[in-house]
């Protein structure tokens, strides 16, 4: 289960031991003086968790905003990194007609995650990681604001859909694919809190596996689970598989940002 005193402690050793030692990683914690003093001497690398609110069968509307957080504050000490403040309201889609649901129209997303990545880069990060919990549109918008930035700012930019970078973990972990709010993400969300999901609320019914391309399409989307493949990634609700499966989607992430960083270094861009 996430731990945010465990992490605490060692964004600590990671940063330092003087008396005056950073205390988090969380960047809406830490004054201005302590900012200059880390940024960018010390601390170079800033995690970006992006999401949106929509529904997610029984757990939370904001799995979208926990998934990519909690990925960020876990393996921020291990990347050297900063964590920066979710943007919690995104591109959202066929589900915006359910209770609770929210969509900024791309018109108006595009420019501000596009200002929210140049403020990054003015305070001089130089590698700005976006972990980004919702699919759909919003992942194309991503890769392209992102780039763009990196051409106009001088910066370097990952961006990382951790479901769908992990999917070799789902089918390591579980055995199967999994789905939106399907098996992987809704273990992944029991991880962080059990108290999220609400088991007695779930039916299968619930689940509608996803169209395959150009064969049909609904709005709004019949079902709050979506299947990646039919009969595959229902929730079991195994809280055993769902802590290895954070673990290791954790590890892969992180691996994944060390890997593109040391190779950025070493090809000198």
């Excluded at 779930?202 to 399409?217: C, E, H, I, K, L």
Aim: glycine fraction near 8%; charge should be neutral.
């Amino acid at each position: 289960m996430f731990s945010r005193v465990g992490l605490l402690v060692a964004g600590c050793a990671a940063l330092g031991s003087t008396a005056d030692a950073q205390t988090t990683r969380d960047l809406d914690r830490i004054n201005w003086m302590e900012f200059r003093e880390y940024v960018p001497a010390k601390v170079t690398t800033v995690l970006l968790p992006l999401g949106t609110l929509e529904p997610h069968g029984v757990t939370a509307n904001g799995a979208d905003i926990l998934a990519p957080a909690a990925i960020a504050r876990e393996i921020a000490p291990r990347v050297n990194a900063f964590v920066a403040p979710v943007v919690p309201y995104g591109f959202t889609g066929s589900m915006d007609a359910y209770p609770g649901t929210f969509t900024v129209p791309e018109e108006a997303y595009r420019p501000y995650i596009k200002a929210v990545l140049l403020g990054l880069a003015k305070n001089k990060f130089r590698n700005i990681i976006l972990i980004n919990g919702h699919g759909g549109g919003q992942t194309a918008v991503l890769s392209s604001v992102a780039a763009e930035v990196g051409r106009e700012a001088s910066v370097r930019t990952l961006v990382i859909n951790w479901w769908s970078y992990a999917s070799d973990v789902t089918l390591e972990v579980f055995g199967q694919d999994g789905g939106h709010a399907g098996e992987n993400e809704n273990a992944f969300i029991m991880a962080i809190d059990p108290s999220l999901v609400h088991k007695a609320r779930y039916s299968p019914d619930m689940a509608t596996a996803n169209p395959a391309p150009n064969t049909w399409s609904a709005y709004p989307n019949p079902s709050t689970i979506g299947l990646y493949k039919a009969g595959e990634g229902y929730p079991t609700f195994n809280l055993a598989k769902a802590k290895e499966y954070y673990a290791k989607v954790n590890d892969k992430v992180a691996k994944l940002v060390q890997e593109v960083i040391r190779k950025w270094d070493l090809a000198g861009v």
